[in-house]
């Protein structure tokens, strides 16, 4: 839980507030409103008592992900970007509350990307300003099934040095043994197997994909191999965001998510699908949990869309949508999408009357293609001299 006194927010309300403009920026929309939408479809719903393993800060994941696959958000066949608010949480005298955010239909390691660029947007915005990012990977269910059975060895052959009621979860939840382990400090850690060392090349490649994305946007990460989670829930990337205390130096949680590929599959009763969460807990203040609600940008409709025509260019993406943020111009995105023709649909869809496209050459060369969608007239322009071009020519506020 982040403290609010490590931040610049004045309250919970603040916080609450600056969270939900961030991520309604990059097109993440409150659950509610998406629910129901979608073309339903024939679901088996996943239960708590299916998921024996399922640690009790995962048990959060099993309603939203239920609901997705009953209002068929799950089976758009295309990108959906929602945010939720937490339940209330005590622990002892102090109180958290959390903000949700969700990915579905996107396999691809920009979800995991998009997900922890808002959370650092999020604690930017909110005046923390050292943060670092822990990441791991658990891969395939195949893959963490093997680190699983050879992590259950390691500990039975350490079985000394493991204190009793943690020695008797090893044969159900080798994990979950570990995660006690960890908390506790216990040397039998240093030479435990990890579970990188079992992924395959395709669960390799996925993973340095989320790292290159990582670096494109200048994050400062970390590979964890104690970044773990119920096998239950999570499939590929497990990743934390914490905030550096600025006087201990301590690690303050701030946020923490992964992709659950495996859990919204199992309640779409087998339907290949993929999701990827993040949730974000900080300090309640007051009897009343915060009023989560849409931020209202002045009736300002965005009369930008943001195109990407290579690798590069969505990795450079993200950093540009960030300085279009921070400058105050609103742009419609399409890093979740994987090929021109539907970022193109979906722009004229929307009518916007100019576009930001930008491929291999222009990611290469730091420029930016700016298009007339009326004339469809172009012209490229230097990355660094956008938001003065844009405001000049009146294409932005």
Known sequence: MMPLALTSCASTNEFASRAIRAAEYYGFRPLEELTGTGTRTQIARVSPRDLALVHRDEKSLIPLVNACAAGGLATLGKPVFLWRPGAVAASGARKSVSIELHIL?????????????VAQA???DAGLERRIVRVNSIGSPESSARYVRELGTYLRKNSEAIAENILTRVPADPLGALLSLVEKQSPVIARAPQSMEFLNEEERHHLASVLEYLEAVNTYYELNPFVLGSRD??????????????????????AKGGRYDKLISRA???TPAS???????????????????????DGAIPSLYFAHLSTEARQRG????ETLRHAGIHAYQSLAYEHLSEQMAEAQALHVPYMLI??????????VLVRDTYTNSQVA???GELIPYLKRHRIAA
Request: proline share 6%.
């Open 318 to 321: 993200i950093m540009l949508l």
């Open 105 to 117: 239909g996107v396999p691809a390691a920009i979800a995991e990307a998009l997900l922890i660029t």
């Open 122 to 124: 999020i604690a930017a």
């Open 358 to 367: 930008m491929g291999y050459k222009e990611a290469t060369e730091g420029t």
């Open 233 to 254: 829930c999570w499939t590929h990337t497990i990743f934390e965001v914490h905030g550096v205390h600025p006087e201990t130096e301590e690690l303050v949680p701030f």
């Open 275 to 297: 999701g990827v969460g993040l949730t974000l807990t900080f300090e309640l203040r007051g009897a009343k949990a915060p009023s989560f609600t849409r931020i209202k940008h």
């Open 381 to 383: 322009v230097p990355a």
């Open 268 to 270: 779409l009763g087998g």
